[in-house]
């Protein structure tokens, strides 16, 4: 089962990282990863931002993958290393929430969505 869960968190790991690819390279492919956030109850400004902070959706499946890779190759042992993991995927949890909310930093967004304003600044203007 430890090796199961650990395919899945790897195959969440490339998922992410090619949409995240995909949305850097080809600025008409945003809508479409837009669908992929349709399950959330978020309105359209707060999936536009989850497609901007991607990188850190992909680094955060990233580090979960690591970890349950960790754990099910080494099992107890692995207990630092998981726990760093999941130290760092909180870290990139709370910079996805002010990439979200600000649209900084802004290395971090994709180049031609640099100039958006974030969630908190487009509420602030209507």
Known sequence: MDYLIAAFGLASCAGTAWLTARVW?????????QIAFNPFPFNAETKRG????????SAQSGFLGL??????????????????CVVATMLAVVLQVVVVWTNRPRWIVPPHMRNEPGRGRASQAA
Do not use: H, Q
């Open 25 to 33: 390279n080809d600025p008409g492919y945003i809508r479409y990863a």
């Open 67 to 84: 970890a349950f890779v960790a754990s099910a190759l080494w099992g107890s042992d692995a207990l630092w290393v998981s726990m760093g």
């Open 50 to 57: 989850l497609v901007r902070a991607l990188a850190l959706t």
